[in-house]
């Protein structure tokens, strides 16, 4: 049957970023129920311990911003190691700014946190694969700010672009040892991070075709397909998961009417109301 092909049986997969209760620990989840064994990566204790998951789980505390962490991570994976989700990432409240008033400690800070421990956290698994003889699937959560700009998100929306093109090059090198290299473009995901106060669905809903924002599942769902053989002739691929969010142009208003339209006979048109 094809939806076996979901099954990641036998094979182990690490997950930065796996604590916390957001899309590191949905993915982590998703490819535990999947039967693989999970290697869950945080810098927090306290996260890592709560972490409960239905398959084999190794619980690694590492920075995976340094050499170290990234070495440690991959030596406390058993078995054969087959794929890595690259969850670790975000934007802080100081990445927040005008790009006229965005300072050189910003900038950095926004690449450490989501550009350069994915370059070397995915080399070092891919080494590990290509000595086993090769066959793995990596996963990169990338965002929307990746794919279209960011205003006043300038060090965020550049490293997630990064990623993407970190993704298309990585997926062109290492195709020729069977590791694919693929990237989700997520929306506006409600994450315990991103959401600490509640929110108005219909406000939160904004802009979004499917009219709410996404959840961790949601993100965890596409990573599935991605990293498993169901995706097995894809790579260098991005998959937007953002409710449709991509599709429709700035220039368009909630009901979807361009909002330089101000012609009555237009309007009546789009809005079905004319007579012609």
Not at 249 to 273: C, M, S
């Amino acid at each position: 049957m094809i939806t076996d092909r979901l099954r990641l049986d036998g094979r182990t997969v690490i997950v930065s970023g796996a604590g916390g209760g957001g899309i590191g620990t949905s993915c982590a989840r998703a490819v535990s129920e999947a039967g693989a064994v999970v290697v869950a990566v945080d810098r927090d204790q306290d996260r890592l311990d709560a972490i409960e998951l239905p398959g084999e789980l190794v619980r690694v505390r590492a920075d995976i911003g340094t050499p170290e962490g990234v070495q440690a991570v991959v030596d406390a994976a058993p078995g054969t190691l087959f794929g890595l989700v690259n969850v670790v990432g975000g934007s802080l409240i100081p990445h927040w700014a005008p790009a006229l008033d965005f300072g050189r400690e910003q900038w950095d800070a926004a690449l450490d946190l989501n550009l350069h421990h994915v370059m070397f956290l995915s080399q070092a698994v891919a080494r590990r694969i290509v000595e086993q003889g090769g066959d793995g699937s990596i996963v990169t959560i990338s965002s929307t700010g990746g794919v279209v700009a960011a205003p006043y998100h300038v060090g965020y929306g550049t490293a997630k672009a990064a990623v993407l093109g970190l993704t298309r090059t990585l997926a062109l090198e290492w195709g020729r040892y069977g590791i694919r290299v693929n990237a989700v473009a997520a929306g506006s995901i409600t994450t315990p991070r991103a959401t600490s106060a509640p929110q108005d669905p219909a406000v939160a809903g904004r802009g979004v075709p499917l009219g709410r924002r996404g959840t961790p599942d949601d993100v965890a769902g596409a990573v599935l397909f991605l990293i498993s053989d169901l995706a097995a002739y894809t790579t260098g691929a991005v998959l937007p998961v953002e409710g449709g969010a991509l599709q429709r142009l700035g220039l368009f208003d909630d009901e979807n009417i361009p909002v330089h339209v101000t012609n009555p006979q237009i309007l009546a048109r789009i809005n079905g109301t004319s007579e012609n």
